[in-house]
């Protein structure tokens, strides 16, 4: 065997820490705490810092799994669960992977939402970037440091539009590290290769600014030119640093999201997961839906409460998969019904922004419907008037599918397609469990947080977590194996279509409608060869094979396992 191969075989150690115990225990991408071997102990100088019996990967995972079940509520294992992925991130990946449907509420929505509240409270140890606005000049030099050398995927926020939460400022940190989480945990991105950043450009959340340990800039929102110029120096120095990498950006206002990704959807491999991730998994999961209904999809009519950067992008994606069905672009338009907090959205509605005018209905048709007030139409009228077979939500509003919403729509449906997707669950539109009452069992639900099945006259009755986690990962998996030099539409699509072929409910019309969570690594490795076929005929990679494509998925998939460590050479010389 060459030198080469044996070292291939090891996981790389800094030279800088050959020798060092301290750096080696400290580092979570190389500390094993009790699983160090003896060779290791011996060469490391270990001894006497550990206790005696060497233990497997898998009997830490069951000893951190006893500690987090013993833990009183689900911020404190939260919290838990962030302290070992910054003491030994192999442990904490077992963990996850071995125990996704119990811990990926923990990790991510919805117990996520509150760790970003408190997170200048919960705050342990540093990790990603926190780049504040005066720092612009400076990012070269902040992105120069060798610890970022091999970074291949980012996550970035400004934390102004956390989750259904708002503005949490910094403390929207906490969506960065755990969509990366996710994307080690179900698509299996090396951790090593992740960076999450925050920008901060301060908060208007006067919470967070009367808070004495807020650890943000204490200041007021930047916006308009001086913010531009920030996320231009931020995207130029990126650029300059990492030209290959993926960027996602995550929960930034709708004032801010679609225009920052049109302005730069072109200049480097990046997507917005608020926009397209969302848009992607809600697509797939009606396509799922369809199976149980019956109803074509060109023959949906579709209800969504929330006229933002989500609401639109569902709109846009599944406008497209009409398109591809056979409706021209003007028939499928007319099928969808966008409600905002002007109610309908038509040619009168004021202070439209520009990604929102191409589902504009026509005002005069509400002379045809009845209406509880005169000229104006409100989610019940809709749901009313339209006769939608779908209803989505995405406006962040707690209880707005109401009994009255729910029971409308089901005269007119048979199977009720209702999607409250709002995050967390304090935000979402309706009990899912209320929504089966209302529709006698005949609704099908897919929701954005996780939501425990129910009985009802004597059925079972399971809720799909429509939730970006079945859709990101994979995707970028898939971008970063076959390295496709851009994300598109196309590829969220073909993610889409991916997951519905996925769905229990293709063989079974009472089946589940997504996979469930413990099959999130093949979901996400389907999702990812679906991704680079696309990405491949769309002509932004380098001519392969199938047959290369799903090599170089499978090979790209890293696999939580604690590998042999280099040899100290330094420390064996002395």
């Not at 490391?44 to 000893?63: F, K, S």
């Not at 089946?511 to 990812?528: K, Y």
Request: hydrophobic fraction near 40%; charge should be negative; glycine fraction near 8%.
């Amino acid at each position: 065997m060459s030198e080469d191969s044996k070292r291939s075989s090891y996981d790389a150690l800094p030279e800088a820490c050959c020798g060092d115990t301290n750096h080696l225990l400290s580092n979570p991408l190389l500390n094993r705490g009790t699983a160090f071997t003896i060779e290791e102990r011996d060469a490391y100088n270990l001894h006497g810092l550990l206790p005696d019996h060497v233990e497997t990967l898998a009997e830490q995972v069951e000893r951190r799994l006893e500690c987090v079940r013993a833990l009183a509520t689900d911020l404190d294992r939260y919290v838990y669960l962030r302290e070992l992925q910054d003491t030994n991130e192999t442990l904490y990946f077992a963990l996850i992977i071995n125990h996704l449907e119990e811990l990926l509420p923990i990790i991510y929505t919805p117990t996520v939402g509150l760790g970003c509240q408190r997170y200048s409270h919960i705050y342990q140890r540093p990790r990603g970037l926190y780049l504040s606005i005066h720092l612009k000049d400076r990012l070269d030099q902040i992105f120069a440091n060798p610890r970022f050398d091999n970074i291949e995927c980012i996550v970035v926020t400004d934390g102004e539009r956390i989750l259904g939460l708002g503005d949490q400022g910094v403390g929207g940190m906490g969506i960065p590290v755990g969509k990366l989480a996710i994307y080690t945990g179900c698509g299996g991105i090396d951790p090593s290769a992740t960076l999450p950043i925050t920008l901060d450009v301060g908060t208007d959340n006067l919470e967070r600014l009367n808070d004495p340990m807020y650890f943000g800039w204490r200041h007021e929102r930047v916006r308009g030119p001086e913010y531009d110029d920030f996320i231009e120096a931020f995207v130029v120095a990126v650029n300059k640093r990492w030209p290959n990498v993926l960027l996602q950006w995550e929960d930034f206002h709708k004032n801010n999201a679609n225009r920052l990704l049109d302005k730069y959807r072109d200049r480097l491999c990046t997507f917005n997961d608020d926009i397209q991730g969302t848009a992607s998994v809600a697509t797939g999961t009606l396509l799922a839906a369809i199976n149980i209904t019956g109803v074509p999809l060109t023959e949906q009519r579709i209800a969504i409460l929330g006229g933002g950067s989500a609401g639109v992008g569902i709109a846009d994606l599944i406008r497209v998969a009409m398109q591809e069905a056979g409706l021209t672009e003007e028939e499928a338009r007319k099928r969808f019904f966008i409600v905002g907090r002007y109610g309908l959205v038509t040619e009168k509605t004021p202070k439209l922004d520009t990604f929102q005018l191409g589902y504009r209905q026509d005002s005069g048709l509400l002379a045809g419907w009845e209406l509880a007030e005169a000229g104006k139409a409100f989610l019940f009228d809709v749901i009313k008037n339209a006769k939608p077979t779908v209803l989505i939500g995405v406006a962040g509003q707690a209880g707005m599918f109401t009994e009255e919403i729910i029971s409308e729509m089901a005269k007119h449906a048979q199977r009720p397609i209702v999607f409250p997707l709002s995050n967390p669950t304090s935000c979402v539109e309706a009990q899912p469990a209320d929504v089966i009452k209302w529709t006698d069992g005949r609704a099908v639900i897919g929701t954005g947080s996780p939501f425990v099945p129910i009985e009802y006259k004597g059925k079972t009755y399971h809720f799909a977590q429509t939730n970006n986690s079945y859709i990101f990962p994979g995707v970028g998996l898939g971008t970063l194996a076959v390295q496709a030099r851009r994300v598109t539409d196309g590829m969220f699509l073909a993610a889409a279509r991916a997951l519905a072929e996925l769905s229990p409910a293709r063989t079974a019309a009472d089946g589940r409608l997504l996979p469930t969570l413990d099959r999130m690594r093949e979901v996400s490795s389907t999702i990812a060869v679906a991704v680079a076929k696309q990405a491949r005929a769309e002509g932004l990679t380098a001519p392969m094979s199938d047959a290369e494509i799903v090599r170089r998925v499978q090979q790209k998939m890293w696999t939580p396992e604690y590998k042999r460590l280099a040899p100290p050479f330094r420390a064996a010389a002395q």
